[in-house]
């Protein structure tokens, strides 16, 4: 709170316009409507549409397709934070250890943070590619038969590691800083105490970087669930037979390509109640700080 | 490091050799891939090496247009991907600006109310509330233009907190000083605020500048015209084309074009990007 301030009656409001127009017209109305259609079922043509209160939610969940979708995602959120931030903590903990190159690992580590993740996906896609890919051959070599066009759970495999290559560089960035952090003398006066490193990191830094840790678990999930949609609809589109169709990718399928509106709006308020929750669960933990 | 131990550096040292290999292996194929002709990349094992294909594919993606492309020159979609990405930069950070502004150095009516209502946008990601948000620019006429890319994009809670984190840390007596001064709101923010926080809003630009240029399913929903295709959504026209093959030394080589520019902004402004990105975030 500033004790200084300027007085004026209009000024803060025309300051403000701009931002809150935007927010009303592309965030609110949007999700207003979307509330509202959810209650709806509409015709194809949206000549005609009749009120069925929670009917269409009621569909979704009698849906096995809709709730395979869950479970995929599930799996798919979980897969790639893992990937993501094991591979991410174990870089940034060699990172941090080697001192004069730290500088010089960390530029060829965060690039990916800018490629984009339809691009990650593509690029991905070339490579694990049946019967071209260099990854394909090499698995075929070791005599892995591998085509994610026919295997479901090759395709989930696929987006996965595709999702969470683009995302090393992001998480790598924040342990970083997090051990960066942690007071050397804290090091030290434990390897005086004859502390292995092993033992050092799951004492000292593993605990110390749990603020961290938390915040970027909520930050992967978020990223797994709503920004990779991309990485799907430019490769594998969903497929194969649905394997890979996570929420999002749904909302716009059952949407566009099915012109199920009212579907597709009980779709939307659901994910919105997600991230919501995921959102709170944040912010109530993060000021809270898992400190010691 | 605490104490020497040369087994422990030489893992160290593995560990990071092999994750910058992971990571920089993929984009290696894929550059290697644009520098051939069609016949080296039809069977496998494809070529780990340069081909001498790369100028002359190159040149065709960003002059002519390609049929699988929908006939649209890379050269012309990258630049939709810089208005697009340079208009969703600017207004982000424009709107931005002034609203924490307002937030901080006013008093007035249902300021907090007004706080909530950007903070709740955080929570709204467009891929959530795609299809209502399709339908209301449809019926504000806005398919098919630069604005209907980039305005529904610049509302930002992110850049709203960054900026008021920043001006709360500004001390007060600035501000009583310039009124002593005579200085009214207006030009305090102009001759004061802005000059201040310079440094916030170059490592917010290249942030902002990376998230615009990466869009992709907002392009491709609002843009039906091939001349309003932006790089990273096109590209998915050409790899998904249906009944003909891929063709996967032009794809590759748009994959390298669509990445290059996001990319070198990282690198060349790497520490001003790692200090925005750490503290926007936390």
């Not at chain 1, 979708?69 to 591979?87: H, N, Q």
């Not at chain 2, 050269?75 to 924490?100: H, P, Y």
Request: aromatic share 16%; charged share 10%; proline share 5%.
């Amino acid at each position: 709170m500033k004790r200084v301030v300027f007085r004026s009656r209009w000024l803060p409001y025309a300051l403000l316009a701009p931002q809150i127009a935007v927010t009303l017209i592309f965030f609110f109305w949007p999700a207003l409507r979307a509330i509202e259609s959810s209650f709806f079922i509409e015709d194809a043509f949206g000549f005609a549409r009749e009120f069925v209160a929670f009917e269409n939610y009621a569909r979704l969940f009698a849906d096995a397709g809709y709730l395979k979708s869950f479970r995929t995602t599930l799996v798919f959120g979980v897969g790639v934070t893992a990937l993501a931030m094991s591979i991410a903590l174990a870089l940034a903990v060699a990172a941090n250890r080697v001192l004069q190159a730290t500088t010089l690992y960390r530029t060829l580590i965060i690039w990916p943070y800018a490629v984009a993740p339809a691009l990650a996906g593509v690029i991905w896609f070339f490579l694990m590619n049946p019967s071209l890919g260099i990854v394909a051959y090499w698995l075929d070599l070791l005599g892995y038969d591998w085509n994610h066009y026919q295997n479901g759970d090759q395709a989930l495999l696929m987006v996965i590691v595709a999702a969470a290559w683009k995302q090393i560089s992001y998480n790598f960035l924040f342990f970083l800083a997090g051990l960066q952090s942690i007071p050397k003398s804290m090091m030290e006066a434990a390897a005086i105490d004859r502390a292995g490193p092993w033992r050092r990191f799951w004492t000292i830094t593993f605990p110390l970087l749990s603020p961290t840790t938390f915040f970027l678990l909520v930050i992967n999930f978020v990223y797994a669930f709503f920004e990779t949609f991309a990485l799907i609809h430019a490769t594998t589109s969903g497929g194969p037979s649905d394997s890979t169709s996570i929420l999002v990718f749904r909302v716009y399928q059952t949407g566009f390509v099915g012109q199920d509106y009212g579907s597709s709006a009980a779709q939307s308020v659901i994910l919105m109640a997600l991230v919501i929750g995921l959102t709170v669960i944040q912010f109530r933990y993060v000021e809270r700080r898992v400190n010691y | 490091m605490v104490e020497n131990r040369p087994v422990a550096t030489f893992v160290t040292h593995a560990v990071l050799i092999a994750g910058v290999v992971f990571l920089c292996f993929p984009v290696w194929m894929a550059l290697v891939a644009s520098t051939h002709g069609p016949e080296a990349l039809s069977k496998a094992p494809i070529p780990l090496w340069f081909g001498d294909q790369g100028w002359q594919n190159y040149r065709d993606l960003l002059t002519t247009g390609l049929p699988e492309a929908g006939g649209v020159p890379v050269g012309l979609m990258m630049l939709n991907s810089l208005i697009m990405a340079l208009g969703i930069t600017v207004g982000k950070i424009a709107i931005s600006l002034i609203a924490a502004y307002a937030i901080v150095y006013f008093r007035f009516p249902f300021r907090m109310g007004f706080f909530w209502m950007i903070f709740i946008t955080l929570m709204l990601p467009v891929e959530v509330r795609i299809l209502p948000t399709f339908d209301v620019i449809t019926r504000l006429d806005m398919l098919n233009t630069y604005h209907g890319l980039i305005i529904p994009l610049i509302a930002s809670a992110t850049a709203t907190f960054l900026f008021r984190q920043f001006f709360l840390t500004i001390p007060d007596e600035l501000v009583e000083a310039a009124r002593i001064d005579g200085a009214g709101p207006m030009k305090f923010f102009r001759d004061i605020l802005l000059p201040l926080s310079r440094t916030n809003i170059a490592a917010l630009f290249i942030i902002l500048f990376i998230y615009g240029w990466n869009q992709y399913l907002w392009p491709l929903i609002v843009t039906t015209e091939e001349d309003l295709y932006t790089v990273v959504m096109g590209i998915q026209r050409m790899a998904n084309s249906g009944e003909s093959l891929p063709v996967w030394h032009y794809i590759m080589g748009t994959a390298m074009l669509a990445l290059i520019p996001p990319v070198v902004v990282v690198l060349a402004m790497q520490r001003l990007f790692v200090k925005g990105l750490v503290e926007s975030e936390k």
